[in-house]
């Protein structure tokens, strides 16, 4: 089974500080990653992923992540916090498909999140 | 281009009743997911359809249930509602075409609130 785990539920910056949101993954096929971030009362909207190819991948809104095979993560970083980025950050790993005809990855497993406040 | 709607946006059921989410996916994408959001927690996978056919099913009790139409929108029921269910739920879409199954796009969700 796979699982995510993200280090710290709550993490608070300055404006303009910047951002590291920890995920690390357990998957016992090479890993697809992603970044999502929700905002207030809102669905999840994806930040960047990662399949296959450079390990060091860019996102919306200058956020980026690199995926560490042999640490078995994907820490999401941006340069500079900006105010706009208050929400709640999700990093998940994709499962492989169950059917023949199909290998299309299937169902995500979501860590538990980390909320983001940014301070002026 | 439109994205992934949901219907309805907010619900508020008793115990015992039923519910039934509706998910339009985003135009050309052949399959559905949905996923259970409860508060203070990531979302958890219930089931995903592919081509109008049951591909993944989570560790969801069998009060939980799904199809997809011919036009790939897609329907999630609920039995015997349960103070327990009250989430937020998630419906996404992926797979234009073989291979691209791998990023889905959620919609906003339906609240659910069981009283």
């Known amino acids: 089974a796979q699982s995510v785990t993200q280090l710290g539920s709550h993490v608070s910056v300055s404006e303009g500080a910047l951002v590291l949101l920890r995920c690390n993954y357990s998957?016992?096929?090479?890993?697809?990653l992603f970044w999502y971030v929700q905002y207030p009362n809102q669905g999840l909207q994806l930040l960047l992923k990662y399949t296959t190819g450079a390990t060091l991948v860019k996102g919306i809104n200058g956020f980026e992540a690199e995926f560490k095979k042999s640490e078995t993560s994907f820490h999401l970083t941006k340069p500079s916090a900006h105010m706009s980025d208050a929400a709640e950050y999700f990093c998940?790993?994709?499962?492989w498909g169950l059917g023949t005809r199909d290998t299309g990855r299937r169902a995500l497993t979501f860590g538990s999140g980390t909320r983001l406040q940014v301070q002026p | 281009d439109a994205g992934v709607t949901q219907s309805p946006t907010h619900l508020i059921k008793t115990r015992g009743q039923h519910v039934t989410l509706r998910c339009s996916p985003i135009s050309g994408h052949k399959s559905v997911s949905w996923y259970q959001q409860v508060l203070g927690q990531g979302p958890q996978f219930i089931f995903q359809?592919?081509?109008?056919?049951?591909?993944g099913r989570g560790n969801f009790p069998d009060r939980f249930s799904a199809r997809q139409f011919p036009n790939y929108s897609s329907e999630l029921n609920v039995n015997a509602l349960l103070l327990g269910d009250s989430a937020l739920y998630l419906c996404?879409?992926?797979?234009?075409?073989?291979?691209?199954?791998?990023?889905?796009?959620f919609g906003p969700g339906t609240r659910l609130l069981v009283l």
């Open positions: 998957s016992s096929v090479p890993p697809y």
């Open positions: 359809y592919y081509e109008k056919e049951e591909r």
């Open positions: 998940a790993v994709s499962d």
């Open positions: 996404a879409s992926s797979g234009g075409g073989q291979g691209s199954l791998e990023t889905q796009y």
